[in-house]
């Protein structure tokens, strides 16, 4: 009986640590393979040039310095947002219907596929606020879908400070608004600011929401307003593999690489954040 | 002279569970007032509500008053900030903020708006030497708070309160997670601070409150049993029911 006990627990382990072994494979294939195809087309050329012949030749920097100006925009828009936003629902908000249908509202709008909220914003932002196809309606998009990520994560962290930290604040004599000011968030922050890493990197990653929005088939030079298109490295991945004939299979695999390295590389940053901050934390 | 008037204070919350009934008491100034009895008898919710952290939990009703130094606490007008300056407060679990041992000391004057340098290494000298700390960390001030034992945190915690020069301490089982070194180190401080403060304790036994009170209250069940002096409550109790606590036969 002892000796089946431990034989089905080995099992069990065995079993478990296979399969989480196994989720690792994808993602490492992936990247290794794009690196293998993609890696003899990275030169300083290809990341400081323009495309040229059709795109089948020369570089890819605009596509790099749009996919960063939107990735900037929309941190600028969604990141004091939804860091308010979840102190509110956090520190602020009774328990009673309002807030219930707010959380409602949130998960449901991290479900809505990402075309969708493309054409919300050709809609809202490029028609009826006559923002064109611009950097702006692009980021303003973005916003919106990633709102939903930074909020939840945000009041994960903020949730996640104890609650005694703020009893003791109190019975100090200090506001709610200095609780939150000088203990509850600085505790918070390295929890919200992976958050938001991972919501900005989902966003420079997308495709459907910048298609009717901001993004550009093609510029011959870089954008000089909030209200000019742009290339984006997503949208420019998708142009070069199915709308150019005869395009070089080495420029499609380096802009995938150049792609997975701007967000593996905000990965990275998130990741330290958040094991740094493991390391001080005192709870 | 009474520093408190407790008179007919009824504490209801919102699940329903009445938590004191028809509290009337005196609460001496320059004195140790003990209250003491079985757990869900009252005790730290009374606490609370003398420095209104009970405004942070769901209660229904409190009606009746609470007079300190003449005016009612309980007053929807109270500035509660001012009231929390003047009755400190320490928790049963010693609760650190995650700043600097100084850091910790000086939080609640920063946050009243004191940010003078002398005033506020003033209060850092001051408190640790009230609560007799100052010698085992005068010399690492900037250490995080929490690498200090649990022993010196509940210190700090004593000290974090008189940093503020408050006029009441509360102590909520202030010793329960601490060795018996500790907390005569503690009660020997609180024996100390009574010259100078009014201090309110929920022991953590009964020995506790035999040893530390000026005055003592037994709590059962949201009721004041029985409310005397420490030497004749712990000795000549007058309500059976005191007496069967305080002989160990229940609780």
Redo the contacts between chains.
């Keep these: 009986m002892k000796l089946n006990r431990n034989l089905s627990q080995r099992l069990g382990f065995g079993l478990i640590s296979l399969m989480a072994t196994l989720t690792v494979i994808p993602i490492i294939v992936v990247v290794i393979y794009i690196i293998t195809q993609g890696g003899g087309a990275i030169s300083l050329q290809f990341l400081s040039g323009f495309p040229h012949d059709g795109m089948r030749q020369g570089g890819i920097m605009p596509a790099i310095v749009g996919t960063f100006y939107l990735t900037l925009g929309t941190a600028i828009f969604s990141v004091p947002l939804g860091v308010a936003a979840a102190i509110y629902l956090a520190e602020y908000a009774a328990d009673n219907w309002l807030t219930r249908t707010i959380r409602i509202a949130i998960i449901n709008l991290s479900g809505i596929p990402s075309v969708v909220y493309g054409l919300f914003g050709l809609g809202l932002f490029v028609l009826f606020l006559k923002f064109g196809t611009s950097i702006l309606s692009a980021s303003l998009t973005l916003s919106i879908m990633t709102l939903p990520v930074i909020i939840s994560t945000s009041e994960e962290a903020l949730r996640a400070v104890p609650q005694a930290f703020r009893t003791v604040s109190i019975s100090l004599g200090a506001t709610r608004w200095q609780t939150i000011r000088r203990i509850v968030l600085p505790e918070a922050l390295p929890g919200i600011i992976t958050g938001v890493i991972l919501g900005l990197e989902r966003a420079a990653g997308e495709t459907a929401p910048i298609l009717f929005t901001g993004a550009a088939f093609f510029l011959p030079r870089l954008p000089n307003s909030v209200f000019d298109a742009t290339m984006a490295l997503p949208y420019h991945l998708f142009v070069i593999s199915t709308q150019v004939p005869e395009m070089p299979f080495q420029i499609q695999y380096g802009t995938a690489l150049v792609l997975i390295a701007f967000v593996l590389g905000m990965n990275l940053i998130a990741t330290v954040v958040r094991s740094r901050a493991r390391a001080r934390r005192q709870w | 002279m009474n520093k408190i008037e407790i008179e007919n204070l009824t504490l209801q919350y919102s699940d329903g569970n009445e938590s004191l009934r028809n509290v009337s008491m005196g609460i001496r100034e320059n004195a140790i007032t003990v209250l003491f009895g079985p757990a869900g008898g009252g005790k730290s919710s009374l606490l609370r509500c003398l420095?209104r952290?009970n405004d942070?939990a769901d209660v229904q009703t409190a009606v009746g008053r609470i007079m300190l130094d003449g005016e009612n606490i309980l007053d929807p007008k109270t500035d509660v900030?001012?009231l929390?300056?003047k009755v400190?407060?320490v928790?049963a679990?010693p609760?650190v903020?995650?700043l600097s041992i100084r850091g910790n000391l000086t939080?609640?004057l920063e946050?009243?708006g004191e940010s003078r340098r002398s005033k506020l290494d003033d209060a850092v000298e001051r408190s640790l030497k009230q609560a007799a700390l100052w010698d085992e960390v005068k010399d690492r001030l900037d250490d995080?708070a929490?690498a200090l034992s649990g022993g010196q945190q509940q210190r700090l915690?004593v000290a974090?309160?008189l940093a503020?020069e408050p006029e009441v301490i509360l102590l909520d089982e202030p010793t329960s997670g601490l060795d018996p070194i500790s907390t005569a180190k503690v009660e020997a401080s609180l024996q100390e601070l009574k010259k100078d403060y009014t201090i309110i304790l929920v022991p953590h036994s009964v020995q506790q409150a035999a040893r530390a009170a000026d005055f003592a209250a037994f709590f059962l069940q949201g009721e004041l049993v029985e409310y005397a002096e420490g030497k004749s409550i712990f000795t000549t109790p007058v309500n059976k029911r005191t007496e069967d606590y305080v002989t160990g036969r229940f609780g």
Excluded: D
């Design positions: 420095n952290l942070m900030i001012a929390r300056r400190g407060m928790f679990r609760v903020l995650p939080y609640g946050v009243m995080q929490i915690c974090r309160s503020l």
